[in-house]
């Protein structure tokens, strides 16, 4: 009775039954995925041992290389677009103005929504011929746009879907760490005679460091991973215009049954986030100050 | 982990053990039928047309017991069956679509049917071609039908009158379907004439396989070993989809979201290439069926899916077989035709006195049914398929977004499709 009655032991049994299950469908996932990149495998005949093929095959993969592009192109407008948005939204939600919470709301619900349910959503928005956005559009003889129909325009349309519903949720972490700036930094600027341009450039921007630093590996680890909302929305099209990494991913493993490629691709992606997140670390420990 | 800790991990997994073994030997001790496991996706009233047809094959058959299993959405059934077999606790019976024959092909737990289906009392000859066709991987049979569709036109009457133009019949040409088309098509009031899904994916391509077919073209070379569809019949029925679509503005492009049904419904498309499935998304359009229009003739293309058995020994194999020979059977079958509005799949149900119950019961679903013996080829049963697939749908997709030329596309398709065929 003394073993089962003492801390130590119900420490175990209490987190027990999260350890089975991260063990279970984390680790164990993880480290297969790991062995199938170094195998042929359609999920069907017993796997074949194949060492580096898979991923000496991705070196010379075009359209591997293409959608490697393209998750590039889509992180460098997404992180800037969502951050710098957050920041603005939050800096208007900031403000001491009547019905406030009811805008907070209205900005963090779309955080709530399924990436599906913002996907369906779009769907019919930026339908081309009875689309509400382009319907709008045409009042001021602007468009009609393609987007997710037109190759050049379709990235562009899903940043615009994405950063919809990543916006909110950066503007309430930057809402938090704005009302965490002490009144007496602020009242100091006024004083010494700061314009409101000066006082955000020099006290307030500074002081938001860590929260920038977090969103932004925050939202390039989002970005290179990428996939409900175009599985939703443009299926990686039209001619492959949003094919990024993680979709060309699914339809090597899904679609051809590709396994050990599809595995090979997702280790690269791991390598990749994980190599652009402590680089972003790195800087972030030279640039950013956590004391104010 | 350290010792004190050891005995209660311990006991944790004693119980766990304990409790799966109790469990198990408790199931076996009550189990004196011989027990089938059927898997399917259907929900609503084909649920419960196969539940009951279950259940009435249980009730005639005290030594068997037949479960059906509802396994999800069927678009992910490959993937959950492999799992299952991967896991060694798998269904006797599943539902599997036919593109997928080739893949469940491999795996040493597909029952190989080739001497089942030849049981006389089977009459596998009764079910149409196509549908038989889809189950055949490199001369087995790997699985018997379990549904079979095709495409036609299906056409809003409303929106044709209001026109003027003749509703399509059984003699009309492509020239016919594209000059309806051009008149049905209104872009003050976003109306089209015809729509088309061009996503790229296997919805575009298996209705220009279908055009290519009737232009008298082919897929790939006999031999399998070569692409086929860059020929002049390709080229020919790309460039009808591209002068549609292209120059006379007449079509809607769904970019594979299914909008065209909502649009179909709502009166903004008069014209659909499309199968039985869709019909019962246009509660709101007086529509009629009608085959194919023709180039060198009307053939359609059919989507038949497979019931694949699984192999868990002989006594559960020859079960899984009696009660697959009974469920397609010819009446049995119609039952199911008649509570889903799904396709007969023998002919001998349509001598059948319920026919006529099911053909007044879904509108326009007799063109369907006639428009079978149209299905003349399938696609290819290769595990490249996909890949294939997938080449030809860029194609097409590219020519209609007007940024290819039909030739200049389907060349570049054939030489990535060649080098396919080639990978072993």
């Given at each position: 009775m003394r073993l089962v009655r003492s801390e130590h032991t119900a420490g175990w049994a209490f987190i027990l039954p999260a350890v089975v299950l991260i063990v279970a469908f984390g680790l164990v996932p993880i480290v297969w995925a790991l062995l199938l990149s170094f195998q042929s495998s359609d999920f069907v005949s017993p796997p074949k041992w194949v060492g580096l093929a898979n991923y000496q095959a991705l070196r010379h993969d075009p359209d591997f290389r293409a959608a490697i592009v393209r998750t590039l192109e889509y992180t460098a407008i997404f992180v800037p677009v969502v951050v710098l948005g957050g920041l603005g939204v939050a800096v208007l939600l900031n403000a001491?103005?009547?019905f406030i919470s009811i805008y907070r709301t209205a900005f963090f619900v779309p955080v709530a929504c399924s990436t599906v349910a913002t996907a369906i959503i779009f769907n019919w928005l930026l339908?081309?011929?009875?689309g509400l956005v382009n319907w709008v559009l045409g009042w001021f003889s602007l468009g009609p746009y393609g987007f997710f129909q037109d190759p050049n325009q379709a990235l562009f349309s899903v940043v615009l879907m994405t950063s919809w519903g990543w916006i909110g949720f950066n503007a309430i972490i930057y809402l938090a760490a704005l009302q965490g700036i002490p009144g007496e930094l602020l009242e100091a600027a006024e004083i010494d005679g700061a314009s409101r341009f000066v006082t955000f450039w020099r006290v307030v921007w500074p002081l938001l460091g860590p929260a920038t630093l977090l969103l932004v590996v925050w939202s390039s680890i989002n970005a290179l991973q990428v996939f409900d909302e175009i599985y939703v929305s443009t299926r990686g099209g039209p001619l492959q215009a949003t094919t990024v990494v993680v979709y060309y991913l699914y339809e090597q493993a899904f679609r051809f049954f590709a396994a050990g490629y599809g595995a090979a691709i997702a280790y690269v992606l791991f390598v990749a986030i994980l190599l652009l997140t402590l680089l972003q670390l790195w800087i972030g420990r030279r640039r950013v100050h956590y004391t104010s | 982990m350290n010792r004190r800790t050891l005995p209660l991990v311990a006991l944790l997994l004693a119980v766990v053990i304990g409790g799966l073994a109790v469990g198990s030997v408790g199931a076996r001790s009550k189990a004196s039928p011989t027990k089938v496991v059927l898997w399917h996706g259907y929900t609503d009233y084909e649920a419960k047309a196969i539940k009951a047809a279950v259940a009435s094959y249980n009730k005639t058959h005290p030594n068997v017991h037949v479960t059906a299993q509802f396994y999800g959405n069927a678009d992910y059934a490959l993937q959950k069956v492999l799992t299952a077999i991967a896991g060694g606790k798998y269904p006797d019976i599943a539902y599997l679509y036919g593109s997928w024959a080739a893949n469940i092909a491999k795996s040493p737990k597909t029952l190989d049917l080739t001497q089942r289906v030849k049981d006389p009392s089977f009459q596998f000859d009764d079910i149409w071609r196509a549908a038989r066709a889809v189950g055949r991987v490199n001369g087995k049979v790997i699985g018997v039908p379990a549904l079979i569709d095709n495409l036609a036109l299906v056409y809003n009457k409303k929106l044709f009158r209001q026109a003027h133009v003749p509703f399509p019949t059984a003699k009309w040409t492509w020239a016919d379907m594209r000059r309806a088309a051009k008149t049905l098509t209104n872009r003050g009031k976003k109306q089209f004439g015809w729509a088309y899904v061009n996503d790229g994916s296997e919805d575009t391509v298996w209705r220009f396989e279908a055009l290519l077919w009737e232009a008298g073209?082919?897929?790939?070379?006999s031999d399998g070993k070569?692409?086929?569809?860059?020929?002049s019949a390709g080229v020919k029925a790309l460039k009808f989809l591209q002068q549609t679509v292209v120059k006379d503005k007449s079509v809607y492009l769904d970019s594979g979201n299914g909008n065209y049904a909502n649009l179909f419904n709502s009166g903004r498309i008069a014209m659909l290439y499309t199968g039985?499935?869709?019909?019962?998304?246009?509660?709101?359009v007086d529509y009629g069926v009608q085959i194919l229009p023709r180039d060198r003739n009307h053939q359609t293309i059919s989507g038949p899916d497979n019931w694949v058995l699984f192999d868990n020994g002989t006594q559960r194999s020859t079960a899984a077989w009696n009660f697959m020979k009974w469920f397609l059977s010819t009446n049995e079958h119609l039952k199911i035709a008649l509570a889903t509005g799904e396709l007969p799949l023998r002919r001998s149900e349509l001598k059948q006195p319920g026919y006529k119950r099911y053909v007044k019961k879904y509108k326009g679903i007799g063109t369907f049914v006639r428009n079978l013996a149209n299905a003349e080829k399938s696609r290819p049963t290769t595990e490249k398929y996909p890949r294939i697939s997938e080449a030809m749908g860029l194609a097409v997709q590219s020519v209609l977004l007007g940024k290819a030329q039909p030739k200049a596309a389907l060349d570049k398709a054939a030489a990535k499709v060649d080098a396919i065929l080639r990978t072993p």
């Open positions: 001491k103005v009547r339908e081309p011929t009875f | 073209g082919n897929i790939l070379t070569h692409a086929a569809f860059n020929t039985p499935w869709d019909l019962a998304s246009f509660p709101n």
